[in-house]
């Protein structure tokens, strides 16, 4: 998981820029190898008990076998041998699972979901934007602190963190702090997510558009999606993917804010490398090859299952390098911010669902 000792330089949560040097295969391999062993198993209890899911599974799994190998005091050697494959299951495997879903749905769907989302997705933006404003000034969280916080929970956890770091320049502090508020409340969306979607009797449209504007980071939307089941998976990455290019216009502004302030040797650049990430174009592609009938039908079943087993084995990895001291390291204030920003945006996603006729 991120830490807190560097900018975030990239996220095992789904969407980030790539670091600069990829590991050979022989170092992935083995991590990446424990995170499917861990998926296989999450899979099958997930069959078991579909209320939980298979993504759910493998990142409590994932959790419970990594601090094993922690408390046994192997953690460092641990670490550095199955890191790399471990990040690889978190990251590019999950950016293809994104892809692989692309498959089973049309150019039109995607059109039809990501537009019929705007109002929501608007809405609960600039309810985080505002709040961020509001309430970190109140509870006295520097600035920068308070915008990264409020794009990582309005836009997309620590991709836009990441990219908007690369504008403001923020201290490393408070980059940690943004990092760490948005995981712990990646990690308590996946659980708790789903049990009120029950509770509100949420059909699969519903929940899919309320995780996919209320939840951060792309994994704890497709985990927290597809554990819900009835439908709601593929809708709700349609509409996270839709959202996290809202950070588009963020980033742009942000630039443009900095650079009427900077001196002339301190403008900021728009990243744009970071703000369009290159598998949101994969999936697109790939609901253009089904569009146009290059993907046969009797494809869509096995795509699926594929495309769901690899979000597992990513959740799995994510939850193989989960650091329980990031929480802690987070700092009250901004956890608190955090918290009273992901009610703010879970409660308005669900009243703007409600006002716009699509909550049932």
């Known amino acids: 998981m991120p830490t807190t000792t560097i900018a975030p330089q990239e996220s095992d949560t789904g969407d980030c820029p790539s670091p600069p040097a990829s590991p050979r295969p022989r170092q992935v391999f083995p991590g990446l190898a424990l995170a499917l062993g861990v998926a296989a198993v999450a899979t099958a209890l997930g069959v078991r008990l579909p209320v939980i899911g298979g993504p759910v599974f493998g990142i409590v799994l994932g959790g419970l076998v990594g601090q094993l190998a922690l408390r046994r005091g192997r953690g460092g050697e641990w670490r550095h041998r199955l890191d790399p494959g471990l990040r690889f299951a978190a990251k590019p495997l999950l950016q293809l699972a994104i892809v692989v879903l692309g498959t089973g749905l049309s150019l039109q769907q995607v059109a039809r ?19 961020a404003a509001v309430v970190g000034r109140l509870l006295g969280v520097d600035s920068d602190a308070r915008t990264l916080i409020a794009v990582g929970t ?4 620590a991709s836009a963190i990441a990219a908007t770091t690369a504008v403001i320049k923020p201290r490393e502090r408070d980059v940690a702090y943004a990092i ?21 009797h949420l059909d699969g449209h519903s929940f899919g558009l309320w995780a996919g504007t209320a939840v951060n980071d792309t994994s704890s939307v497709v985990a927290t999606a597809y554990s819900y089941g009835q439908g709601s998976g ?7 993917l839709t959202r996290s290019l809202m950070i588009v216009p963020i980033v742009v502004a942000l630039s443009i804010l900095r650079n009427r302030r900077a001196t002339s040797g301190d403008a900021a650049r728009v990243p744009w490398g970071r703000v369009v990430p290159g598998f949101i174009i994969g999936f697109v592609a790939a609901a253009a090859l089904n569009s146009v009938g290059l993907v046969p039908a009797g494809w869509h079943a096995g795509l699926g299952q594929a495309g769901a087993f690899l979000i597992t084995a990513a959740l799995a990895g994510i939850g193989l390098t989960l650091d329980l001291g990031e929480m802690r390291r987070a700092g009250v204030r901004p956890l608190l911010l955090g918290a009273i920003l992901w009610v703010l945006v879970a409660g308005s996603s669900l009243g703007l669902q409600a006002l716009t006729g699509t909550l049932s």
């Open 234 to 240: 593929p809708y709700a990455i349609v509409v996270k």
């Open 113 to 131: 979901v990501g537009g019929s989302s705007l109002p929501v997705m608007i809405g609960t933006l600039a309810v985080a934007l505002t709040g």
């Open 180 to 200: 760490g508020t948005i995981f712990t409340f990646n990690i308590a969306a996946v659980f708790l997510f789903p049990v009120a979607g029950h509770l509100l």
């Open 154 to 157: 309005g836009i997309c956890g």
